[in-house]
């Protein structure tokens, strides 16, 4: 653990501070109270005061290892009691030797220095005890901060690993669907075969080229929902339409990587798939207030036996919606008469 003194130019200037503060005041009580003069109470706050603040400043390595991680309480108190004892000897003894040396003429000086020697060494036990509450307090709250900073980064990786996990949910049975309709159709419209493995080759480096993103333009997000919606085009031919309403300030408007995928799957599963008319697909991004909100629209047949799912596509863009902007009102869903709706609202 380094040393805040030093790594932190903040605290070293309180303590900088705290140490004229206390100069001051020595200065103020010995000229005062016991009568000293006034260049010997300015040499005497200078020297004891400096010395103190060295001494304090290497408390810090003291108090480091001194602690509940390392020792018990009762083990924690006789180490801090010793090292009081010898800080504010060493203190005393090493300020008494200076003045003395300094003063060397002046005997009735010494004379004070050396009647002050019992309570020098009470307040040095005093400075003692204050230096190393302050050093503790700052261990823990670093101690604290790093402990919020560690698990700020945890959530961080595993918000990280779900979303990663969510997106990777995206309907895979549209895929082998697909390779089975080339698969017949390499037999009987080799051409259409042909047509129909590009895209599908274009739609999936599309989406592993999204692996690592997180957001994509609503344009790109539209670009890809075409691709896959050519596919089955080619599969169901005229059995359904796409068609788009995008205001302008949606151009710009990024969105989760993939989340308007499922919501085309479904409209293809439960609407083209089950539906004898010919069905619409319709996508509409528009303001809302302090949103921009995205409509995912189809009609369907009402009287078709719904298919079987695990019903994960919705859930899945609910999930990710709320990871990514900590809201969980972002999707509305409504089923009105023969058309089912999805409302995604994405925050500007």
């Not at 979303?163 to 080339?182: A, D, E, G, T, V």
Request: net charge neutral; charged share 20%; with cysteine.
């Amino acid at each position: 653990m380094g040393n805040p003194f030093i790594k932190n130019i903040k605290i070293f200037t309180i303590y900088l501070l705290v140490w004229v503060f206390i100069s001051l005041i020595h200065n103020v009580v010995i000229v005062f109270l016991l009568d000293v003069k006034i260049e010997h109470a300015f040499v005497e706050s200078i020297v004891f005061n400096t010395i103190y603040f060295l001494l304090g400043i290497s408390l810090w390595y003291t108090v480091s290892y001194n602690t509940l991680e390392n020792y018990t309480p009762l083990k924690i108190f006789v180490n801090h009691s010793a090292a009081a004892i010898i800080t504010s000897a060493i203190w005393v003894l090493a300020g008494y030797y200076i003045l003395t040396n300094i003063f060397k003429d002046e005997p009735l000086y010494k004379t004070y220095l050396f009647n002050s020697g019992i309570w020098r060494f009470m307040i040095g036990i005093f400075f003692y005890a204050i230096i190393v509450a302050v050093d503790y307090v700052i261990i823990y709250y670093n101690n604290f901060q790093q402990k919020l900073f560690r698990e700020s980064e945890l959530n961080t990786l595993v918000k990280e690993a779900e979303l990663k996990s969510l997106k990777y949910q995206i309907n895979p049975h549209f895929i082998f669907n697909s390779l089975n309709s080339i698969s017949s159709l390499t037999l009987s419209d080799p051409e259409k075969a042909r047509d129909m493995t590009i895209k599908l080759s274009s739609f999936l480096r599309s989406t592993l080229s999204k692996n690592e993103k997180q957001k994509s333009k609503l344009t790109e997000e539209i670009t890809n929902a075409k691709l896959y919606l050519d596919i089955e085009k080619i599969r169901f031919a005229d059995k359904f339409e796409f068609t788009e309403e995008l205001e302008s300030e949606c151009n710009d408007l990024e969105i989760p990587s993939m989340i308007l995928q499922p919501l085309f799957e479904n409209a293809i599963k439960h609407g083209v798939y089950e539906s004898i008319d010919k069905v619409t697909i319709k996508l509409k991004c528009k303001p809302d207030k302090e949103y921009l909100k995205i409509i995912v629209e189809n009609n369907f047949d009402p009287e078709a036996v719904p298919r079987k799912g695990e019903g994960i596509g919705i859930k899945n863009i609910k999930n990710r919606l709320k990871l990514i902007y900590n809201q969980d009102n972002l999707v509305t869903v409504e089923k009105l008469n023969s058309i089912f709706r999805v409302n995604i609202f994405i925050p500007r």
